[in-house]
């Protein structure tokens, strides 16, 4: 190698990187990482909004990749009618590098609104157009004016999946499909819950509905239930955002409190099992002035419900595996909650918490102190930010955890490997068929202790 050839290697590799939302550790290749491309998660957003449609800006690859590496991994799910291989998408060439995409994207996006004949289109542009500088903003401005539709720049190397989901409040927040309205007294807004990323959405957010009902509180939670445009367009309507996340959701809450006034709540997840669950009532029915009595009434009814309920596998959690050692394996808000709730609720001991969803770094000590801070325990775990699944296991070696919550690529040799029970508990999730299966709330709580147990009990 001449001189000469190494000093040009030593320039070119030396030079300082841009900064972006992605750690500096993971700057180069990850391995196995627990999310997705800035479009994916666009992509998993459009398709957790009934009746809306995404308009892929791409080449052909990033909607079939993520038909597995987003929908599949999401509790094998398939998308429903707009997803996956039945999504509309421009399939970019190598002509298309040189000449442009626009004049097919023109013709991708009429065709698409006479064939779905839908009430929302949401352009996703990923990485080619957004190289080439396609103008997509006029071609979805010349159909606004007739149909519901926007324009969401997401190049894969923008940022990561959940930021992605961030993307597209942004896109819609700046949009005309948001006007000021009247507020409706007792109504809020949930964010920070990502449809196939965090794989319990459905049954999450059911259920928060379904709880907030009971004490008077009419939830959008926007995603699975409901229109989905209907669901956006009444966003202005609540007296409240409450965000279920320590920074997904947040920059939503953050723009519609300065274009609407509209304050919001931040909570560090969906909540699971009775304590996170009532916390979380009484601060929101407390904002929101609910009548006490009604309040205090439905959560004295739900947590003699729960504690009675979870005496049934007493026997099996004392005699078989009492106060065990946990680790945890999964995204802020997942980790968070489940960290919580076997400590507290359960009386594990927590080991172990790896955060693989990436947060931005200005929020991490943030929510190492909402774990260590909130814990009823003499035991902190150890806490890692970690999106590598080579060095996520090789962090779980030689440590004393009986029980791991994390995906399912743990699973098949957590028991081997770490001497663990395995819990599928987090993104990605192959093994498991989701739909309106969860953790959150009351009954979400009894579900993961059931899930818990299951794992290592027999006859006694």
Known sequence: MSENYEKIQKEFFNQPTIESNVDNLEQNSVEAPRYGCALAGVYATVLGLKNAVPILH??????????????YAGGESCGVNEGGTATPCSCLVEEHVILGGEDKLNNLVDSTIQLFNSNFYVVISGCVPSLIGDDVDSIVEYYEDEHPIIHVNAPGFKAHSLEGHNLF???VIDSNLLETQEIEKGTVNIFGVVPYNHVFWKGDLYELKKLFASIGIKANVIFGDGDGLENIKNIPKAEYNIVLNPWIGVRAAEKLKEKFGTPFITFPGVPVGAKQTSSLLYRVAEKLNINKDIVNDFITEKEE????????????????RPNQYFAVV?????????????????????????????????????????INNSLESTIKPDIIFEADTYK???????????????SSLEQPTALEEWGACHVSAS??????????????????GLTLLEDLVSTFVGPL
């Not at 791409?58 to 929908?71: D, E, K, P, Q, Y």
């Not at 507290?344 to 693989?356: A, F, K, M, R, S």
Request: overall charge negative; some cysteine; charged content about 15%.
């Open 58 to 71: 791409s080449g052909a690859g990033c909607g079939v990749g993520n038909l597995f590496g987003t929908l």
């Open 305 to 320: 419900w729960f504690y009675r309920f979870a005496e049934y596998p007493g026997d099996a959690l004392i005699l078989c």
């Open 392 to 406: 996520i296991r090789n962090n779980l070696n030689n440590r004393p955890f009986a029980f791991l919550l994390s």
């Open 169 to 171: 409040w942004d896109a």
């Open 330 to 370: 999964a995204d802020t808000a997942y980790a968070i909650s489940y960290t919580k709730f076997l400590t507290n609720e359960i009386g594990y001991l927590p080991d172990i918490v790896q955060i693989t969803d990436n947060p931005p770094l200005e929020v991490r000590q943030k929510i190492i102190d909402e």
């Open 427 to 444: 993104f990605p999730i192959y093994g498991n068929a989701v739909l309106v299966n969860h953790y959150g709330g009351y009954y979400g």
